[in-house]
């Protein structure tokens, strides 16, 4: 029996990247071969993944494959050259339930690989030359295979529908234009393609803004997941240590007690031990002389007992029962009740603390919005509510920034201070940061001291090094600053400045409602007067900040609330 002959055409040895014949042909470990130039240019893209993938099956391949020339490939690539040998159209060609027929094809019907609307009709690509070589056929328009030609033509008319009608918004022919649409508001079917195109194109620009708008939402909030676990976990771990320290210093306390008490049961049973013996010894004298003289008063010869009575020796001294006193039975009660103080003070204390630990717990917040806000505070006592305790962070401080009482004070000093060098620390604006991050609902006051103190709230990632407007609090879109100055106030963001109005006052107050998007400053007197409230959307963490401009010895100070 004579072996069929394998059959092999320009499709079998094409690279599927530039659809031309294979060029310097190689293979990649998965089996699928590329022209070596179009599969680097593929892999080059791909660098900063550092995951090299098959563009047909995307299996992925780490390292990078080394790639060498097909040496087959390339032979059998020359031979096609040679020969111009094509083979028989294979059976992907063929039309399927799901595929466009060529209309012209007799018998099976091969894929079509274009329509056109002129024809109505779909073409193979063997059909489809005519349209490429006869000089009528050129001008038609071809579009990609459609099972839906006959919409294009008018039911009523049977012409094809040029026309589109803007009153009735539809398509039609040109002698529905002349019957029925008489009159309306037509323009041509490409005309009003090319002006649904570009709403289309608008359409899409404005859903692809929304995507990019929501990716980078779900990134944030991805990142907010990262914070409150990584923050939750380190918290987790102190508090273990610390209440480990805390067990650890009760067990000593425990031993303390237990090797002291004991210390002192051992001294006072053995002096108890001691008098006892003395006492049993006396007792065993006192008996051995009772006998003598038991003994002595039965002799009744006279001679003999007033000889043997000089001979009784003397009694010692005795032991007076004044000496023993014998104390309540309490002995070391005392001591369990001292313990038993300490105990219910610790509980006391535990019991006072952990409504402020479980509190705290309770207050963390996130991103997300709660279908119920509470109402916003109205009186100074329920800003108090939501004072927190700031402190100033000496790695953010510019070096002429001096921090004092315990990172609450700052003064604009002539003289750089001997700070160490650090990443965070703003190099040319007199400004610094808290230390805390701002989430929730908080409220802090500052005591100015001075004309050119401007208070500020902005994100941790502000730029730090350098004299842009990125570094500068209210420059940027990551920054909000009121300025105070002797006789006005400015708000500041983005570079934008809006004049204040209010009564002056050396104390500033600055409510932040991190969820509900609400930054509000207040001048802080007798009474408390709103100077300018900010609503937007916050989408990281704030740190409070300060900013010095004018003079020497101005100061700042975060008062202390509670």
Same mark, same amino acid.
Not at 179 to 185: A, I, N, Q, S
Not at 537 to 551: D, E, K
């Given at each position: 029996m004579a072996q069929k002959g394998v059959q092999l055409g320009q499709e079998t040895l094409s690279c599927s990247i530039?659809?031309?014949?294979?060029?310097?042909?190689?293979?990649?470990?998965?089996?699928?071969?590329?022209?070596?130039?179009?599969?680097?240019?593929? /892999?080059?893209?791909?660098?900063?993944?550092?995951?090299?993938?098959?563009?047909?099956?995307?299996? =992925? &391949?780490?390292?990078?494959?080394?790639?060498?020339?097909?040496?087959?490939?390339?032979?059998?690539?020359?031979?096609?050259?040679?020969?111009?040998?094509?083979?028989?159209?294979?059976?992907? %060609?063929?039309?399927?339930?799901?595929?466009?027929?060529?209309?012209?094809?007799?018998?099976?019907?091969?894929?079509?690989?274009?329509? %056109?609307?002129?024809?109505?009709?779909?073409?193979?690509?063997?059909?489809?030359?005519?349209? &490429?070589?006869?000089?009528?056929?050129?001008?038609?328009?071809?579009?990609?295979?459609?099972?839906?030609?006959?919409?294009?033509?008018?039911?009523?008319?049977?012409?094809?529908?040029?026309?589109?009608?803007?009153?009735?918004?539809?398509?039609?022919?040109?002698? %529905?234009?002349?019957?029925?649409?008489?009159?309306?508001?037509?323009?041509?079917?490409?005309? #009003? /393609?090319?002006?649904?195109?570009?709403?289309?194109?608008v359409s899409q620009q404005n859903i692809r803004q929304r995507i990019q708008d929501r990716e980078k939402d779900v990134k944030l909030l991805q990142q907010?997941?990262?914070?409150?676990?990584?923050?939750? =976990?380190?918290?987790?771990?102190?508090?273990?240590?610390? &209440?480990?320290?805390?067990?650890?210093?009760?067990?000593?306390?425990?031993? =303390?007690?237990?090797?002291?008490?004991?210390?002192?049961?051992?001294?006072?049973?053995?002096?108890?031990?001691?008098?006892?013996?003395?006492? #049993?010894?006396?007792?065993?004298?006192?008996?051995r002389k009772d006998a003598e003289l038991e003994k002595l008063s039965h002799t009744e010869d006279h001679n003999q007992f007033l000889h043997d009575y000089p001979s009784l020796s003397p009694l010692s001294e005795s032991t007076h029962s004044s000496s023993i006193k014998i104390r309540p039975l309490r002995f070391f009660e005392a001591v369990t009740t001292a313990v038993s103080e300490v105990r219910d003070k610790l509980q006391d204390v535990l019991r006072e603390k952990w409504t402020n630990i479980s509190q705290t717990v309770t207050e963390v917040d996130v991103l997300l919005s709660e279908p119920e806000p509470e109402p916003e505070p109205k009186t100074r006592a329920e800003f108090l509510k939501y004072s927190r305790d700031i402190t100033l962070d000496p790695n953010t401080a510019h070096t002429l920034l001096l921090l004092s009482k315990r990172n609450r004070k700052v003064t604009l000093m002539s003289e750089e201070q001997s700070y160490s060098s650090h990443p965070d620390r703003f190099t040319e604006y007199w400004q610094v940061l808290s230390k805390e991050s701002l989430m929730g609902r908080c409220y802090w006051e500052v005591e100015r001291r001075g004309e050119g103190v401007y208070v500020a709230v902005t994100y941790k990632n502000i730029s730090r090094a350098g004299s842009s407007d990125e570094c500068l609090f209210g420059c940027n879109d990551k920054s909000w600053r009121l300025d105070c100055d002797s006789n006005s106030y400015d708000f500041y963001y983005n570079n934008v400045r809006t004049p204040v109005s209010g009564p002056q006052s050396s104390r500033v107050g600055v409510y932040l409602d991190h969820r509900a998007g609400i930054l509000s400053f207040y001048s802080i007197s007798k009474t408390m007067t709103l100077l300018h409230r900010v609503q937007t959307?916050?989408?990281?963490?704030?740190?409070?900040?300060?900013?010095?401009?004018?003079?020497f010895g101005d100061s700042a100070e975060l008062c202390k609330l509670k």
């Open positions: 530039c659809l031309d014949l294979l060029k310097d042909p190689v293979t990649v470990p998965c089996g699928h071969s590329y022209c070596m130039k179009c599969i680097k240019s593929h /892999w080059d893209t791909e660098v900063e993944k550092r995951v090299y993938s098959c563009p047909q099956c995307r299996q =992925d &391949f780490t390292p990078r494959p080394v790639l060498r020339k097909s040496t087959m490939l390339a032979d059998l690539v020359e031979k096609l050259k040679k020969t111009g040998l094509q083979a028989a159209p294979a059976d992907h %060609c063929y039309a399927g339930s799901e595929d466009v027929a060529c209309d012209v094809c007799t018998g099976r019907k091969l894929k079509a690989c274009k329509s %056109c609307l002129q024809c109505l009709a779909s073409y193979c690509e063997k059909h489809l030359q005519s349209h &490429f070589e006869a000089a009528p056929l050129k001008k038609h328009k071809l579009v990609e295979p459609s099972k839906k030609l006959q919409e294009n033509v008018c039911s009523r008319h049977n012409e094809e529908m040029k026309v589109f009608c803007r009153t009735d918004q539809q398509s039609i022919c040109l002698l %529905c234009l002349m019957d029925e649409h008489k009159g309306h508001d037509t323009v041509s079917a490409a005309a #009003e /393609w090319s002006e649904r195109q570009r709403e289309l194109e907010e997941v990262e914070a409150i676990n990584g923050s939750a =976990d380190k918290t987790v771990g102190n508090s273990e240590k610390i &209440f480990t320290e805390l067990i650890r210093l009760m067990e000593k306390r425990r031993s =303390d007690v237990k090797q002291q008490v004991r210390s002192q049961q051992q001294t006072e049973v053995s002096r108890v031990r001691e008098l006892q013996e003395k006492l #049993e010894q006396e007792i065993t004298e006192l008996k959307t916050f989408t990281q963490p704030l740190h409070a900040g300060l900013r010095f401009v004018y003079s």
